[in-house]
Structure formats: C-alpha cells, structure tokens
C-alpha cells in the first residue's frame, strides 16, 4: 500500500541548532515534492518544491533534498528560531496526478530558546 | 492582494442537516483544490475543480458530498445529511496553474472548522 511517513513525535531542539526533518514514502512514484508549514488554526503554507530530477534545492535558511532511489526527502532549518516552532508537512504530486497533493501527517517542531 | 478566503471559519451543525463551505480564490486563480483534515491526521485530497468545471473528484465520498466552482462566485462545498464523522477541518485551496505549466503552488485558507453534534 501507499504510505508517506514523518516522525510522529515532535521534535525539540534548541535555538541555533539545525533541524532536520525527514520524509519516507513507499509505492509512489511522485514527480514533484513539498514541504509546508502549518500553524495551529492555519492553513498549510508552502515552503518548497523539489522535482525528481533535482538533488537539492535551497531558500535562504530552509533546505530540501530528494533521494528518490531511498524514497526519502530531508528538510532542514538552519540556525532555528522560536519562530520556526510549527508542524511542517510532506506532500507528494504525483506525474499526471491532475495536481492534487498527498500529504504525510506531519511532524511537530518545537524550538526553546 | 488578498489571500484564499474561506467562510465561516467555524461551523456547528446538528446531524442530519446541511453544511455549506464558501471558498473565494486569490485573485487571478482559476484552480480551486480541497482538502480535509480529520483530527490527528493529514490532510486528504477531495476534489479539484477550475471554473464550471470538476476535474477530480476521486477523493469525494461518494455520498452526501458534492462541490462546485460556478462562472460567477465562490467554490462551495457541500454537505447533506452531516455525521458525527464529518467534524474535520476543511481546507480549500487555489492556483494560477499558468497554461502549459505542469504543477504549480498551492496556496491555502484558513480552513472552516466543521463541528457536527
């Protein structure tokens, strides 16, 4: 069966740090993939986009990479801020899937100071 | 230029009746997406219309629920009948999708709060 998996539990860290997110998935095949951030009360509010051909893809303190051969992508926040605290959220399209997105759960990021 | 509108941003209906979804596209969007999001879950995709038109229906259940995107106004999405288990957030979604251009970014509204007692 199809699954996207993220880290269930949130994660901690402290300010200054680097966090890193992770993005499993399994029978997809998908063209494009993003990252968003989600507020409690919010919408989700896009971040990134990376292709399948494409290793590695940046935006001033976010990172994003794509391994498609171990059907995983990281996100990654450099020197983190309390104001990066939110749940961010995988979502894969699918080549010819009409632009619809399937999104993973989401992963919970806390930063303390 | 004002965001993805959605309203009301907190609905509370007695099972059995009816929920109206409002969604008003950024401007210049002709793609309306929609999502739900049931508690401690991800969000799920619905339907995808443009302008007079359902392109994707395959995530819709197959009863009860049905959505349009007139000429003229905001996407609705409607649901009859409502269940315990349609209490979930709703999300609605747009896009320019330029012609020719094989994805493009979602932007999000604030989703409505649909609470069924």
């Known amino acids: 069966s199809q699954k996207i998996e993220q880290n269930s539990e949130a994660l901690n860290i402290q300010e200054g740090k680097t966090a890193t997110l992770t993005c499993n998935y399994t029978n997809y095949s998908p063209a494009y993939l993003q990252w968003y951030r989600q507020d409690p009360g919010r919408g989700p509010v896009f971040l990134l986009l990376i292709r399948e051909n494409e290793k590695e893809k940046r935006k001033e303190r976010l990172k994003v990479t794509f391994d498609t051969t171990l059907k995983q992508s990281l996100f990654h926040i450099t020197a983190s801020q309390p104001a990066d605290s939110a749940t961010y959220l995988c979502?894969?399209?699918?080549?010819?899937?009409?632009?619809?997105?399937?999104f993973g759960t989401g992963t919970q990021l806390k930063v303390e100071l | 230029n004002a965001g993805v509108m959605q309203n009301p941003r907190h609905l509370v209906r007695r099972r059995g009746q009816e929920a109206r979804l409002r969604c008003s596209p950024m401007?210049?969007?002709?793609?309306v997406y929609w999502y739900r999001q049931l508690p401690e879950e991800g969000l799920k995709f619905m339907v995808y219309?443009?302008?007079?038109?359902?392109?994707?229906e395959s995530g819709m259940p197959k009863e009860r629920f049905s959505a349009e995107f007139p000429k003229e106004g905001p996407s609705i999405l409607r649901i009859q009948q409502v269940v315990r288990g349609d209490s979930a957030a709703y999300f609605c979604?747009?896009?320019?999708?330029?012609?020719?251009?094989?994805?493009?970014?979602?932007?999000f509204g604030p989703g409505t709060r649909l609470t069924v007692l």
């Open positions: 979604a747009s896009s320019p999708l330029t012609s020719g251009a094989s994805t493009d970014t979602q932007y």
């Open positions: 219309l443009q302008k007079e038109n359902i392109i994707d």
């Open positions: 401007k210049g969007h002709s793609h």
């Open positions: 979502a894969l399209e699918i080549a010819g899937g009409g632009n619809k997105l399937t």
